[in-house]
């Protein structure tokens, strides 16, 4: 496997590489910066890369790879205790050995349980990602994500590789972040589908001439999925279902929730095999990778599969998610999917989003409390008992939301998920 | 609006929307266990009063309060008000 450097330097280096509202870096630059990384010694001082600043991230990326023991990811929402352990492994930077592969050790999002540290290799981080640079060359990649978790390291290295350009926005303000990647051009973005409906709600967001559309991360749900694709016509529009822990992972390209059941079979490409456990959750095993090698706190069967703690069933030859099995909300001892009462209030034509929790009750536990952010101009009180109407229909007494709050905004996390505590 | 009013009227529109009914007439006197609405509708009501009042009394004290009729109800949501 070529390193980083390798793979950037067989590309045409006049060609610019990334895009901040600050200006534009070409690939020749970004060399030029990990070369004098490695020379002055700098790049061996410590194995930590953090995404705050893109261009230092993306240096130092290039310098380390192929040539440091390790490289350590720090995503901006650093847990403190895992990153001193983190730390402890990684004690002392290194040169390489001759034959080994740089560690790139990551931490997994944590969405409900405490995140946990992988290690991987460029190979294995590269594996499921698109290397024609023909195509990879006309393509802006937007980075929504932080570039230090896996799925925004995902686009950041799906742009090195392939030769596109990586955009870069840096405001959380989603009208402003539109009309930047509408500004430069922007041709494909992955993104959470809690992310994708915030994106969709934007005034612009019409204007942007995508060609890639790529959600992961939570959930893909049918109602998502048909706004991007009314919206988006002329896009190729994936949802994939990835994991840190394994590194790579399967697409579903069909426009519809869930995957087909033949996956579980057999999941095209062959690089992942998919099994439904006895608990009814979605085990996962890396066809390429000895997964139980090098891997600290993650739990494998005597078959290699890792349990990914998400809830599915099969339904009509597809398997839909529930939700993650951990996350459930106890109420009276009966257990909740935020995700199910979601799906049912999502919908309804005048609701852009909505988020379900648990909120702690002096009678039951928890109640089921629901944020919904509505069209302009909806007569909120109407909605609520629209909502309270459908919910009744639906769903059993104990699944219905106990209150319906409108709300302006759904907070996302720093991994663009919708926030599941209270 | 008086905390009275406000918690009846919740207390009516939980029951309906939750297929529960009311032993009528409700009084002081009626045993909120026996009034028609189980325990996930006194959780609700509980959550619903919370957002129309803005306050959750059963939070803001250190002893568990189990008041057992409507009025005890009443009377501990119109206590805590005056802390609140």
């Given amino acids: ?422 | 609006m008086a905390i009275r009013k406000i918690i009846i009227d919740t207390l009516r529109r939980v029951a309906s929307t939750n297929e529960a009914t009311l032993i009528e007439p409700l009084t002081d006197d009626t045993v909120l266990l026996q009034s028609g609405l189980d325990s996930l509708g006194f959780a609700i009501l509980v959550a619903q009063l919370e957002e129309n009042l803005k306050f959750d009394p059963f939070a803001m004290t250190d002893q568990p309060v189990y008041p057992r009729t409507l009025g005890e109800f009443i009377a501990f949501y119109e206590q805590m008000a005056a802390h609140n």
């Fill in chain 1, 1 to 422: 496997m070529q390193t980083l450097a390798e793979i950037l330097s067989s590309l045409p280096g006049d060609d610019v590489a990334c895009i901040t509202p600050e200006g534009r870096v070409t690939r020749r630059e970004l060399l030029m910066r990990a070369e004098s990384l490695r020379i002055s010694g700098e790049a061996l001082e410590s194995p930590l890369v953090s995404g705050a600043e893109i261009l230092t991230m993306l240096t130092r990326l290039i310098a380390l790879d192929g040539y440091a023991s390790s490289i350590l990811l720090m995503p901006v929402d650093t847990d403190a205790r895992l990153y001193a352990n983190a730390k402890k492994q990684v004690n002392k930077q290194n040169l390489i050995r001759d034959g080994e592969a740089t560690r790139w050790i990551i931490a997994t999002s944590g969405t409900t349980g405490a995140p946990k540290l992988v290690t991987h290799s460029l190979q294995t981080l590269t594996q499921s990602l698109k290397m024609n640079t023909e195509i990879g060359r006309q393509l802006r990649w937007a980075l929504i994500y932080d570039p230090c978790r896996f799925a925004g390291l995902q686009v950041v290295l799906q742009a090195c590789i392939s030769g596109s350009a990586l955009l870069v926005p840096k405001t959380a303000d989603i009208e402003e972040l539109v009309d930047f990647l509408i500004f430069e051009g922007c041709t494909s973005i992955s993104a959470t589908p809690s992310m994708w409906r915030k994106m969709l709600s934007a005034t612009n967001a019409h204007k942007l001439e995508l060609r890639h559309i790529t959600l992961g991360g939570e959930i893909t749900d049918e109602k998502t999925l048909g706004r991007l694709k009314s919206k988006f016509s002329n896009a190729k529009i994936t949802h994939i279902y990835a994991s840190t822990e394994v590194g790579v992972g399967f697409s579903v390209k069909d426009g519809k929730a869930g995957f087909p059941a033949e996956y579980l079979k057999s999941v095209p490409g062959g690089k992942v095999e998919l099994r439904i456990s006895q608990q009814g959750t979605l085990l996962i095993r890396n066809t390429e990778l000895n997964q139980t090698l090098g891997q600290q706190g993650i739990i494998t069967d005597a078959d290699g599969f890792i349990d990914t703690g998400d809830s599915v069933i099969l339904q009509a030859n597809r398997v839909i998610f529930l939700g993650r099995a951990n996350g459930s909300i106890n109420i009276g001892g009966q257990k909740v999917m935020p995700e199910e009462v979601e799906a049912v209030l999502r919908e309804s034509s005048s609701v852009v989003d909505v988020r379900v929790y648990g909120k702690p009750s002096p009678v039951l536990g928890n109640v089921v409390v629901a944020e919904v952010v509505p069209l302009p101009q909806i007569c909120e009180e109407d909605l609520k008992q629209k909502l309270f109407a459908t919910c009744k229909e639906r769903l059993a007494a104990f699944k219905r939301p106990a209150v319906i709050r409108i709300v302006k905004d759904i907070e996302l996390t720093e991994a663009g998920k919708a926030k599941r505590n209270n």
